[in-house]
């Protein structure tokens, strides 16, 4: 494949934020690859950190450089996988060996390094780290060779240099990091130190090493540091790698290994959002695992079998005929793609995700950052990919005597099934089998004798309540990975016990409304907030929310900025889900809070995107940035469902480009911009997603450029504009820019809506844009208070109609505008009443019944609560009603029957 250079840094500039920054920071980086000099700019690397004051800067800045060099390279199918793969991998050896230096030479300065090794394990060993990797070493030292000052002993002198060499390669520094570094792979890592003697791991692995243990040293190498005497330590524990004979018990110990590759995972099973290409079923990890046990089995036998890659040891085993030689391609064509689907997913913001995006923006970002059209195209490839893994793992569980589908419950888990089995669970003794594996020692949270004492305090109200959920099978699956991603349990099962509310808060939040459960599922540290006195009260200001989120410690930089954007907001956002769970506000002030939070979020991200953006291209003197939001953005009335409709603008400055070192025109300038502030808002982080971005209203849609001048904007409103566009605009309002910026807007909307109209052709504008609307935009539901006719659609159209008919009314707040309408004889009074209660009944059923059908009888009386109904019998009445007084309002405005439902 011929490499696209061009095409990877524009695909690199649209829907990678880290990159981005990376090209952005690195100039002359950005010419070599621009130029498509792929080995210069690889060579580029070597000298990025040459001047630096230190190895650690050194080499942070080698990392920003290899990172950008690597992920244009890659995205221009200029490096194959492996060169990725191997490169990033030889950088980590080179780290871990410049840290090793340093840290000794520190105590030592005039010694040579040695008696200290840093082994590689998994991916690093292999020499198929990822993009965003951390690296497991194992250190090991020698206490008779490492050096050190005369009064230091052996054991602390190692310990000094582990924990330096943590601090100069993972500490985040304004340079950014070298790797992460896990250590817990290391010997009895909960109470052994960070570095252990040759003499102790030997000891270790002789005699109380785990299966797991074994698996992770078929693919261990000497990476770092004293080398020959590491590679001594590996050769004195083959045996214990590579046995010459294996037992019935410890192929059945490798069975149920790999058996709990399935068991922890509690995410989707099929690849769609929030699946986990390296722990669901047909991801990375089965086909790593699927080569690894037939190596631990026959290895011992057949040396032919001893290598490391994953690729390597597929064509091993089919050369030594163990698997078919199809198997092993398949296998490992599979493994190569998902490997790449894995980097494009780090290269968005440097983060070790493994999980699809559960935002449809955000995925599709990630599909075209691989060049793909969506992110639909992405999905079905992948279907097809783990398919053809998790089959031929199947027939490896099976093989090893761990059957797929699970066996009979164990007779001591009978009770618990019939127990069960009364609650109405529809399977109950497979709901038995989860639920005793619940204690079983694999999950953190109950690991610990009071963690289960704790928990059983709760288990029986628990299983009733997850019993009479709406889908008690959904709700089962969120408790379980809710429960395997939290760090500790025993306080909380504890603390769910003393207060019956708060667990009554965790049981509807699991069963009642699941876009609020897949949040929490997500962020366990959710639940955080409910503790709190003030769970329950609505967010401030938002300046309050602002300073909230753009609140800074030492040390962060702009991707902090944005990860603590997302944390607030979503702290935010859950807290306003349960008090709607717990009709606790109006939803019509939930609506509010939620168009506050987004502006905040807004005004945050922007303020940093500009910082960023201008430290390379400078400013335009005299031109301004402005953001203004439409639709229920622009009216100030969220639902945890709602995009963010914007529109990008500028004022005309004094000059035709920005002063910085690397200036822009005026109109790129402000296009890139927008472009940054987009991607800060839509795409996700370590933190998860934030919000999906609408930029369709802008002018001339989809074709036209994403920001345009103030003089552009207003020429073409009042030149080329539809009636759709002006109707869209009476709902507009400045939520980023200056003072004069934002009354220069606000002067160009008022004379845009202004001007006198044919009333015949305006109506006939907008009942046709309404018959369109309706022809393709279906209700979803019965609850549909949106798209259902009239609904809160034709609220609006009415609204707008008026509006522009008139000249009364105009503002962006619907509620507001309905008042003026109604003071003025234009709307009947009762259309204000029927208003507010469907956009109740859209903000509570955007979380209780997302689908807008009927949700099972727990939910639907949450929902006639919210409605300010005593019955859901009510609440269907009350919204019959208020389409039939929306259909007579219009009629009498249109002259024209609005057929509903309930006609």
């Not at 690849?271 to 790593?288: C, F, Q, S, T």
């Not at 366990?524 to 967010?539: E, G, K, M, Q, S």
């Not at 609220?795 to 109609?801: D, K, S």
Request: glycine fraction near 8%.
């Amino acid at each position: 494949m011929n490499a696209d250079w061009d095409n990877a840094i524009a695909r690199a500039r649209a829907h990678s934020p880290f990159l981005t920054l990376g090209l952005d920071r690195q100039p002359e980086l950005e010419r070599l690859l621009a130029e498509g000099r792929g080995a210069e700019a690889l060579a580029y690397v070597n000298e990025a950190g040459r001047d630096a004051e230190s190895p650690a800067v050194a080499l942070r800045r080698e990392r920003w450089a290899l990172a950008t060099a690597l992920g244009i390279g890659d995205l221009a199918a200029a490096f194959s996988l492996t060169q990725v793969m191997e490169t990033l991998s030889d950088f980590a050896d080179r780290a871990l060996d410049v840290a090793i230096d340093a840290a000794i030479r520190e105590r030592a300065p005039d010694a040579d390094p040695a008696g200290f090794v840093a082994l590689a394990l998994g991916k690093h060993g292999a020499r198929e780290l990822n993009y965003s990797s951390d690296i497991d070493p194992i250190l090991l030292y020698d206490p008779a060779v490492l050096p050190r000052r005369e009064r230091d002993e052996p054991g602390e002198a190692a310990q000094r240099v582990a924990r330096r060499l943590m601090e100069m390669l993972s500490h985040k520094t304004a340079e950014g990091y070298v790797f992460r570094v896990d250590l817990r792979l290391r010997p009895a890592s909960e109470v052994s130190p960070l570095a252990i003697s040759f003499d102790a791991a030997l000891t270790h692995y002789e005699s109380l090493a785990l299966a797991w243990e074994r698996a992770a040293f078929i693919r261990a190498r000497a990476a770092a540091g004293d080398v020959a005497r590491g590679e001594d330590f590996l050769q004195a524990i083959r045996p214990f790698v590579w046995r010459k004979s294996l037992d019935f018990g410890a192929i059945a110990e490798i069975g149920r290994l790999i058996a709990q590759i399935r068991s922890h995972y509690g995410g989707p099973t099929v690849p769609g959002p929030n699946y986990d290409l390296k722990r669901g079923r047909g991801g990375i990890r089965e086909v790593e695992f699927f080569a690894q046990t037939h190596q631990l089995i026959h290895g011992g036998r057949r040396p032919s079998l001893r290598v490391r890659g994953t690729r390597a040891a597929l064509d091993a085993l089919a050369a030594e005929g163990i698997i078919a030689a199809e198997d092993a391609r398949l296998l490992g064509e599979s493994y190569d793609r998902l490997r790449v689907v894995e980097h494009r997913l780090q290269m968005v913001s440097d983060h070790q995700v493994h999980n699809l995006p559960r935002d449809p923006a955000a995925l599709d970002g990630v599909a075209r950052l691989d060049g793909l059209p969506d992110g639909a195209a992405l999905l079905a490839e992948l279907c097809d990919i783990t398919e053809t893994v998790g089959r031929r793992f199947d027939a490896l569980l099976e093989q090893t005597g761990q059957a797929v589908d699970g066996g009979s419950p164990a007779p001591q888990g009978k009770a618990l099934a019939a127990r069960l089995d009364d609650l109405g669970f529809a399977t109950p003794e497979e709901v038995a089998e989860r639920v005793a594996g619940w204690t079983d020692g694999r999950i953190r949270a109950l690991r610990s004798d009071a963690a289960r004492a704790a928990f059983a305090a709760i288990e029986p109200a628990l299983l009733a309540a997850l019993a009479a959920a709406p889908d008690p099978d959904a709700a089962l699956l969120r408790w379980e990975t809710f429960l395997v991603k939290l760090p500790t349990g025993v306080n909380l099962f504890r603390l769910l016990e003393a207060r019956p509310g708060l667990f009554e808060q965790l049981v509807s939040i699991l069963t009642l409304a699941p876009p609020l459960a897949e949040e929490l599922v997500r962020r366990p540290d959710l639940l955080d907030a409910l503790i709190d006195t003030t769970a329950l009260d609505l967010p401030g200001t938002v300046a309050d929310l602002a300073a909230r989120m753009a609140r800074r410690e030492d040390g962060d930089d702009y991707q902090a900025v944005l990860d603590r954007v997302r944390r607030v907001v979503g702290e935010v956002r859950f807290a306003l889900g349960v008090q709607l769970i717990e009709a606790a506000h109006d939803p019509l002030d939930i609506a509010a809070a939620l168009s506050r939070t987004a502006e905040a979020a807004l005004q945050v991200c922007a303020d940093a995107a500009c910082a960023e953006f201008a430290a390379t291209h400078g400013h335009v003197p005299g031109a301004d940035l402005l953001v203004m939001g439409l639709g229920r953005f622009g009216g100030g009335a969220l639902t945890h469902a709602s995009d963010l409709d914007l529109v990008y603008l500028f004022t005309d400055g004094e000059g035709r480009e920005s002063d910085g070192r690397r200036p822009l025109g005026t109109t790129l300038y402000f296009n890139r911009l927008a472009q940054r502030i987009g991607a800060a808002l839509s795409v996700p982080t370590a933190e998860g997603a934030l919000y999906e971005v609408d930029t369709r209203l802008r002018p001339q849609g989809a074709q036209g450029p994403l920001a345009v001048s103030l003089e552009s904007f207003a020429r073409y409103q009042r030149e080329d504009a539809w009636t759709w566009e002006h109707m869209a605009l009476a709902r507009a309002r400045a939520l980023y820019g200056t003072e004069a910026g934002r009354a220069a807007l606000g002067e160009i909307i008022r004379s845009v809506l202004a001007p006198p109209r044919d009333p015949a052709k305006l109506k006939q504008d907008v009942l046709k844009m309404r018959a369109d609307m309706a022809a393709h935009k279906a209700p979803k539901g019965p609850l549909d208070a949106k798209l259902a006719r009239g609904g809160l659609v034709d609220v609006e159209f009415l609204i707008h109609y008026l509006q522009l008919r008139e000249h009364v009314g105009f503002s962006p707040d619907l509620r507001v505008a309905l008042d003026a309408l109604i003071a003025a004889g234009l709307l009947p009074a009762a259309l204000r009443d029927a208003y507010d209660l469907m956009t109740r009944l859209l903000v509570a059923s955007r979380l209780l019944a997302p689908d807008a059908t009927l949700p099972a009888p727990a939910a639907r009386a949450v929902l006639a609560r919210n409605c300010g109904c005593d019955s859901e019998e009510a609440l269907l009445r009350e919204f019959a009603g208020a389409r039939q007084c929306v259909a007579a309002a219009w009629n009498r405005v249109f002259e024209e029957t609005l057929e509903t439902a309930d006609d």
